[in-house]
């Protein structure tokens, strides 16, 4: 294995990452060394490579939080995973966990996190670390090119599901069918309930019923939307999430 690796870095604010090598991470305790397969680009990633959020991130460093890929080698410690396990990595990439935060499920907010491609280097290279206690396992035969979003609007959109509460059976509004939505509406259709979809894009209709919808309507149409008052259980809105 050599020294150094190919990765695209933020080397200074702006729409430009530099393709280069950098310097092979060894694992410290309880992280692991990963060979990565492929990475999905989350709109965080524009925002960390623009610096345009308040708390910036520190360049030089290499975004990304939604890698797949191959456990290559192990830090010190007892770990969960093993050499040759597909993991992923994720925005937490770790956490104090034992912080009133960490223990009541707002790991998130624990002052001690790190995230994937922001505070830590992420998986826009060929190798990342992860915090073993956090990346987690990916089943054997999954597509790593699949499993990528999943790490980010999939793990966004459960977590929002599980706060609510959401029982099968329920009628539950999805609005806005883009990156998180549409994971939405499978997992609500997964779990039994019924399930409309407000896009203001007529023609994706078919689209989205082939993922799971029961109904689609246009939320552009107030007679439509003004017919619907009082059916629903529930009402997840999508449509803002990166603006």
């Not at 054997?140 to 509460?165: F, H, N, R, S």
């Not at 883009?178 to 509406?185: K, S, Y």
């Not at 017919?227 to 603006?243: K, T």
Request: hydrophobic share 40%.
């Amino acid at each position: 294995m050599s020294d150094t690796f190919t990765a695209a870095v933020v080397e200074e604010f702006g729409p430009t990452l530099n393709i280069r090598e950098a310097d092979l991470p060894e694992p410290g305790r309880n992280q692991a060394l990963v060979r990565n397969l492929a990475s999905g680009i989350c709109h965080t990633d524009v925002h960390a490579a623009e610096g345009d959020w308040p708390v910036k991130p520190e360049p030089p460093f290499i975004p990304g939080h939604e890698g797949v890929g191959e456990v290559v080698k192990l830090g010190p410690g007892e770990h969960t995973v093993e050499v040759g396990d597909i993991v992923g990595n994720v925005w937490l990439w770790s956490a104090c966990g034992v912080c009133e935060k960490c223990r009541t499920g707002w790991e998130t907010l624990c002052d001690e996190a790190e995230y994937g491609g922001y505070t830590v280097d992420g998986s826009f290279g060929e190798y990342m670390l992860v915090d073993a206690r956090y990346a987690p396992l990916i089943p054997e035969g999954a597509d790593p090119m699949e499993v990528g979003p999943i790490l980010c609007a999939g793990v966004t959109v459960y977590k929002g599901l599980k706060q609510t509460e959401v029982r099968p059976g329920q009628w539950v509004v999805i609005s806005g069918i883009g990156g998180l939505g549409h994971i939405a509406i499978k997992l609500l259709h997964a779990m039994g309930c019924e399930v409309t979809a407000f896009s203001s894009n007529p023609a994706k209709e078919q689209e989205v019923l082939a993922m799971g919808a029961d109904r689609v309507v246009n939320s552009r149409d107030p007679e439509a939307l003004k017919a619907l008052a009082g059916q629903f259980d529930l009402i997840i809105n999508l449509s803002l999430i990166h603006i």
